[in-house]
Structures are given as structure tokens and as C-alpha cells.
């Protein structure tokens, strides 16, 4: 590859990977903003359209890693009916850069131990959420 096909390569040119830093970024935003709406409105079907058929969520609370949307939906449409009913609210707010490098989705929800959680997401070529992770927030 000559020098001027290396500076006019799509993939090697420095504003594309920006951009396309930037729009990740943006789509991490977007949905934990609409993770933190789905849990101060009790609604899980604020997030089903941004979800992968074959997303994954893991916890250090749940005992074993959820493999599927409807899995991980049926599961959080119970967590938000059990916290609607005992009149839980949840305060979010999104961390971002610093040590990390997705966009950081942290609660005053508190693990058994009484440390802050924080959720991450990470997404597949489509733009949907693949894997979503709680955990203690300085895990992060």
C-alpha cells in the first residue's frame, strides 16, 4: 500500500474512527438513559427494541448468566413490579470517561454488601444491546 492509499483508507482515516467512537458513545447514552427511564417508570418495555434476541446479563446477584431477551425481560418486569410495589425509587446518573471506556450507568441502588451499583452495556454490529452487566460500581 502506497502513502496515498493509506491516507485516503476509510479505516485508517483518524476523523471516521472518531466519529464512530462518538456514535457509540451516543448509543450508550441513549440507552442507559432509557435503562435508568425503564426502572424510574417500572416499564420494561422502555428498552425491548434496543435489546439483541440473544443479549446476555450477567450479575454477581443472579446465579447464572441470562442468554436471551425474553429471559432477561421476564426477569426485570418482576424486579420492577416487586420495587413498584414496595415504592423503590432509583436515582441514575451516566459516568463517562476517565479509567473507562464505555459509558458507566450508576444507581443509590446498593448491592447485599452496600456498594454501588453501576450498569455497562456493550453492543453488536446492528446496534443492539449483546451484553449487559450490573455489578459494584468501582468494578468499573
Not at 493509506?6 to 467512537?21: A, G, S, V, W
Not at 446479563?57 to 441470562?66: K, N, P, R, T
Amino acid at each position: 500500500m502506497n502513502l496515498n492509499q493509506m491516507c485516503f483508507n476509510e479505516n485508517n482515516n483518524p476523523e471516521r474512527k472518531e466519529t464512530q467512537k462518538i456514535q457509540i458513545m451516543n448509543k450508550e447514552l441513549f440507552f442507559l438513559e432509557k435503562l435508568a427511564e425503564a426502572y424510574q417508570t417500572y416499564d420494561a418495555s422502555v428498552i425491548k427494541d434496543y435489546l439483541a434476541d440473544d443479549m446476555h446479563y450477567a450479575s454477581m446477584w443472579v446465579f447464572h448468566e441470562m442468554t436471551s431477551k425474553e429471559e432477561y425481560l421476564d426477569y426485570l418486569n418482576g424486579k420492577l413490579e416487586t420495587m413498584k410495589r414496595s415504592n423503590k425509587k432509583m436515582v441514575f446518573e451516566i459516568v463517562k470517561g476517565g479509567m473507562h471506556t464505555h459509558a458507566l450507568l450508576v444507581t443509590n441502588g446498593r448491592s447485599p454488601e452496600g456498594a454501588p451499583l453501576g450498569f455497562v452495556a456493550d453492543f453488536n454490529d446492528e446496534g443492539k444491546v449483546k451484553m449487559l452487566n450490573i455489578t459494584i460500581q468501582d468494578f468499573f
